[in-house]
């Protein structure tokens, strides 16, 4: 099995950075393509940004310039770095890990950004 657990949300002014990890455990090699998502109250989960084990990168629109996601080399550790953090990035943000073959994808537990104006 997989665990996933993110820290590194909190408060910030609009403009100021944050930057997110999720820390993998477990049975790690099972891990394909991971990313970060996010959620408001009343809103459907979205994608923020992915990245696979080949180290492709796809951002959603909005973060496009802003947000940067990483990988650690032995894959275990996601990043996210936040910059030019606007009161519409407030959310709860997520981590997902794609696993290889049937194998159901994991969700860390949230880590709430809060962007104040």
């Known amino acids: 099995q997989v665990q996933l657990l993110e820290s590194g949300g909190g408060l910030v002014q609009a403009g100021g950075s944050l930057r997110l990890s999720c820390a993998a455990s477990g049975n790690i090699f099972t891990i394909n393509t991971m990313g970060w998502y996010r959620q408001t109250s009343g809103k459907p989960r979205e994608l923020v940004a992915a990245i696979t084990s080949g180290g492709s990168t796809n951002y959603a629109d909005s973060v496009k310039g802003r947000f940067t996601i990483s990988r650690s080399i032995a894959k275990d550790t996601l990043y996210l770095q936040m910059n030019s953090l606007k009161p519409e990035d407030t959310a709860v943000y997520y981590c997902?890990?794609?696993?290889?073959?049937?194998?159901?994808?994991?969700w860390g537990q949230g880590t709430q950004v809060t962007v104040s104006s």
């Open positions: 997902k890990a794609d696993r290889l073959g049937p194998r159901s994808p994991i």
